[in-house]
């Protein structure tokens, strides 16, 4: 087992930002995932994969965008979305599966 699948099979949620270095977009992202982490503290945890970095998983997880966030539990996807996401609508989808 890798590291990212030892992060994403845990049993806590896991939010994974995959980004790229060169995208204006990701940064604007930053600020929400912060804010996440700070409402959630050790609840779940962010991880950041740059796509150009990590091309192996870019393409096992069909990323075409970025940035383009995926939230695991237990190994599973729970929760995808394309672009920017607000801290509320994250928050909301990450209700059902904090502990």
Do not use: C, Q
Not at 14 to 41: C, N, Q, R, Y
Not at 67 to 89: Q, S
Request: hydrophobic letters at 35%; glycine letters at 6%; a negative charge.
């Amino acid at each position: 087992m890798n590291i990212f699948e030892g992060h994403i099979n845990g049993s806590k949620p896991v939010i994974v930002d995959f980004s790229a270095e060169w995208s204006g977009t990701d940064k604007m992202l930053e600020p929400v995932l912060h804010e996440i982490k700070e409402k959630t503290g050790e609840k779940i945890s962010v991880l950041k994969i740059d796509i150009d970095k990590e091309p192996s998983l870019k393409e096992l997880y069909d990323i075409r965008t970025v940035p383009t966030l995926i939230i695991f539990k237990h190994g599973k996807v729970i929760w995808r979305k394309n672009g920017i996401a607000t801290t509320h609508e994250i928050l909301e989808h990450l209700s059902t599966y904090v502990e």
